[in-house]
C-alpha cells in the first residue's frame, strides 16, 4: 500500500498544472516543514538550533536537472556562495550537490569543474562535499564524476548509494575497491520513481539490501552515513555497529530537516553522531515532491497548509 502512495505522489507531481500549483503556493503548503530557507541567512537560525542541541549538520543548496550552461553556472556559485557564508558564520561548510545541478546532464568537462572548485574550497574551509545520486541514469556519471573530483584535489569528497538498486551492491564493492580505508559513503534507500527493472519494489527487500550495504562498507573500513528515519533500520544498523566494535568516528546517522525532529534528539542522547541534512533554496518542488511521497503523515502537511 505504501509503494501504490508513493508511486501516486510521485507520478501526480510531474503533472504541469500540479507543479505550477505547487510552485505558486508552496510555503503556504508547508515546504517551510522540511526547507530551512530560500537563503542561507533564512537558514541560519535554523542551522544554529540544530548545532546547539548538538546536532551537525550538512546543507542542500536545492537544485537538480539544469538545462543549459549559464544556469550550471548559477548553480555553481550559489553553492560556492553558501561554502563561503557558512565558514563566515564559523560553521563547518559541509555541503551535498546533485551533479546535474552542475551541468553533469549537459557537459561532464563543466561538472568536473563547477563541482571540483566546490569541493576544494569546502575542504580548504575545514569541511567536505557529498556529490548527492539522482535518478539511475546518473549512477555511472556521477562515480566517474566522484573520481575525477578526488583526483583534482578534493580526496574527502564523498557520495550517495540507494539500497534499492539492482546494481548497488556491485558498485559499493568498486567503490570501496578505489577508495582508501576510511573512505565515506552515505547509504539510503532510495527515493525516485525507478522500475522493477532498475530497482528493488517491496520494502522488506530495500531493508535488507540497506543493512547489507552498511555492514559490507564497514567491514570494508568505510565511514559510513546511514541516512534513513526507519527506526528499526536504525536499530539493526547501529547493533551491528555496536557488535562489530565500529569506532564513533566512523559512521553518522543523518536524518532529514523537519523529519522526526524527536527522534533525532533522543540519538543524540544516546550518544549516537547525528547530522541533519538541511535543504535550502528557492528550488524546493523535486525534494519536497520526494518528501511527500515518502509517508502519507509528510502528506498532512500540505492538508494543514490547505485548510489549517
Known sequence: MLNLYRRAVLGAAGVPGVETLARRHGWRFGVGRFVAGETLAD???ALRALTDDGRRVLVDVLGEYVRDVEAARAMGAAVAATVAGLAEAGMTPVV????????????PALARDLAGGVARAAEQAGGRVCLDMEDHRYVDRTL?????VRADGAPHTSTVLQAYLHRTPADLVALLAASPAGSEVRIVKGAYHEGADVALQELPAIRRAFVAACETAWRAGA????ATHDEGLILETTAFARGAAVAADRYELQ??????????????????PVRVYVPIGADWYGYFSRRLAERPA???VVVRGLFG
Open 255 to 272: 536524518l532529514l530537516f523537519g523529519v522526526k525532529p524527536a527522534l533525532q534528539r533522543r540519538l543524540v542522547a544516546e550518544g549516537h
Open 298 to 300: 509528510n502528506a498532512a
Open 144 to 148: 566517474a564524476l566522484l573520481a575525477d
Open 43 to 45: 537558514a541560519l537560525p
Open 96 to 107: 551535498s550537490v546533485k551533479p546535474t545541478q552542475l551541468g553533469l546532464g549537459l557537459d
Open 223 to 226: 565511514r559510513v552515513n546511514v
